[in-house]
């Protein structure tokens, strides 16, 4: 089929000029393509690698007719430009999907010239359908403008650049780096952190919003790691403060707020820090009024759910025999507490039981306080029970409770059974003469406990002489003090203390009361409230005197 087209080669300022109408036109209507821009670093690529055989051609003397530069050649080849067209590729012509792509010089003659109408009828029934397309590349012409990159030129088509005219996207921060390579890399701006708020901060905004007077000793010592608020006479509110603060505070470990008549609501506060904080692990609540409705509640509640907190001071908060069981089961769904002080409360006679239960299957306390409450008789004999039978505590605080001869012979009992005890305080229980006799023969077989606090009995000097005889004849022992205090004794007593500590190598501290003149006669021959064993004292005696110290 005839075409008609030039076959000369142009002069070489007409080919220049047609190349920069080609490349207007390309420029328009291809922006979805200039958006990748990938491409354009391929472009630059390929001209780099062509540098030098361009180069090289420039010294052949063959040119004749101008030749495109090869990025030209690359962008022509993707985009499948015609810049002839004849029989050859005249079914690639009607094939095309954009006009853009066919020389508008071919378009103006087939229009003038009734040969081409089979042709020119083919191209327009397409225009219609590529109508939409076009429309829909202009929006994205609108919406990404072409990269400067893609259209740089080497400095031969200078000319042809600068007659091109393009907008800057502000939407993409293309960087070109020394190697001359596009990077497509956006440099995030650093996101600003937000300072936390330290304890003295939140601690002064929760008192300006409660209308309260700080309290300066709590905030100098909010980055120590204990906290001592003894008998600040704290209100509600302050607590709440306080206990806000320390909620996010990881210094503090151990925190004291004895002594400040802290009730139901405080106990509320103080259980929410404890559950949520669990840095802290030594709790001190003396001499407060939880005990009794619902302050019972929430320590039990905060002893439930917190599981490090290792030692815990309940002494003196009013707890009767109606917490005792709230407290008992608390007490045994925590494994983790170690010491602890239920000391100057009111439990009686109901409670020994319990406790005694309690006690013997428990194996994580070590230390127990249950000093200054009304344990007597019966409940006195069920709790030393519990005591007797517990393989892990080691140490006991028994004193002013008013057990009694008869609690003073399941002391005696206790003392020679159990085998971990190594502290028992036993001060002001009403043991007679006949009880520091059974307790001193079963020291004579004990070889674990180390401290005794018998002191303000009802025991005469002979009753503590055979105390100290029977610690003097067991060589295996270990007690390194014992508390007489009060207890007056003879000259007899305290020589046998110094053969005592002597035999330790000086690692031996006594207590004693005043000691009676040797002209006074001693409590044996003395007609007294209880009548002193003479023949058993007399076989402390033979046995303690086998036992001599060394004169070095």
């Known amino acids: 089929m005839p075409v008609k087209s030039q076959q000369q080669t142009p002069p070489e300022n007409s080919g220049v000029r047609g190349r920069t109408q080609t490349i207007k036109t390309i420029a328009t209507k291809v922006a979805s393509f200039t958006s990748k821009r990938a491409s354009a670093g391929a472009i630059r690529s390929g001209r780099s690698r062509t540098s030098v055989a361009d180069s090289k051609r420039s010294h052949q003397s063959t040119p004749v007719k101008t030749e495109r530069t090869p990025e030209e050649l690359i962008y022509l080849r993707r985009h499948k430009i015609i ?42 029934k397409k225009k219609s359908i590529l109508n939409a397309s076009k429309n829909i590349s202009e929006q994205q012409d609108e919406e990404e403008p072409i990269s ?55 601690y002064r905004k929760l008192c300006e ?71 802290i692990t030594e709790l001190s609540l003396v001499d ?11 320590i ?56 005694g239960a309690f006690i013997s ?3 994580s306390l070590e230390y127990i306080n249950l000093g200054w409450n009304n344990f007597r008789e019966q409940s006195a004999i069920d709790m030393i029970g519990g005591i007797t039978e517990n393989t892990r505590l080691r140490r006991c605080n028994l004193e002013m409770n008013g057990f009694g001869p008869s609690g003073g012979q399941i002391l005696a009992e206790c003392i020679k059974k159990n085998t971990v005890l190594e502290e028992l305080n036993i001060n002001g229980n009403r043991l007679n003469t006949q009880n520091a006799f059974a307790i ?55 020589n046998i203390c110094e053969d005592i500590k002597k ?4 690692n031996f501290k006594y207590q004693v009361g005043k000691v009676t003149p040797e002209l006074l006669k001693s409590n044996a021959d003395t007609i007294c409230y209880i009548k002193t064993n003479t023949d058993l004292l007399k076989k402390l005696r033979t046995n303690a005197a086998k036992v001599k110290p060394n004169e070095n």
Not at 85 to 95: A, G, H, M
Not at 253 to 271: C, P, S, T, V
Not at 288 to 298: S, V
């Open 83 to 124: 810049s002839e067209v004849n029989d050859k590729n005249i079914d690639e012509v009607l094939n095309l999907s954009d006009f853009s792509h066919i020389p508008k010089s071919f378009l103006t003659e087939i229009e003038q010239d009734d040969i081409y109408a089979t042709i020119l009828e083919e191209l327009q």
């Open 148 to 202: 400067p990159d893609f259209m740089a030129v080497d400095d031969e088509n200078k000319n042809i650049s600068d007659e091109i005219s393009y907008p800057i996207s502000d939407e993409h921060n293309t960087k070109i780096s020394n190697d001359g390579y596009d990077t497509d890399i956006e440099i995030e701006s650093p996101v600003k952190q937000k300072t936390p708020i330290s304890g003295k901060d939140k």
């Open 209 to 279: 919003k409660g209308k309260l007077v700080p309290c300066s000793y709590f905030m100098a010592h909010i980055n120590k790691d204990e906290m001592v608020l003894r008998y600040h006479q704290f209100s509600t509110d302050d607590i709440r403060a306080i206990t806000k603060t320390l909620t996010t505070n990881y210094n503090v470990e151990r925190l004291f707020l004895d002594g400040n008549y802290l009730q139901e609501q405080a106990a509320q506060h103080i259980a929410k820090l404890i559950i949520s904080n669990d840095f």
């Open 288 to 298: 407060n009024r939880l005990g009794g409705g619902e302050g019972t509640k929430e």
């Open 300 to 355: 039990c509640r905060m002893l439930t759910l917190n599981q490090n907190l290792k030692k815990i001071n309940l002494s003196g908060n009013k707890f009767n025999e109606l917490d005792v069981a709230q407290l008992i089961e608390a007490f045994e769904r925590n494994t983790t507490l170690r010491e602890l002080d239920l000391s100057h409360n009111c439990f009686g006679e109901k409670c020994g039981e319990m406790l």
């Open 361 to 363: 299957g428990n194996d």
């Open 440 to 494: 001193g023969q079963a020291l004579s077989v004990n070889d674990t406990l180390q401290v005794l606090k018998i002191a303000d009995n009802q025991i005469n000097s002979d009753g503590a002489l055979a105390v100290f005889l029977c610690i003097k004849a067991n060589e295996t022992n270990r007690l390194r003090e014992i508390d007489f205090s009060h207890t007056v004794v003879t000259q007899e007593t305290v």
């Open 503 to 506: 035999l330790k190598n000086g």
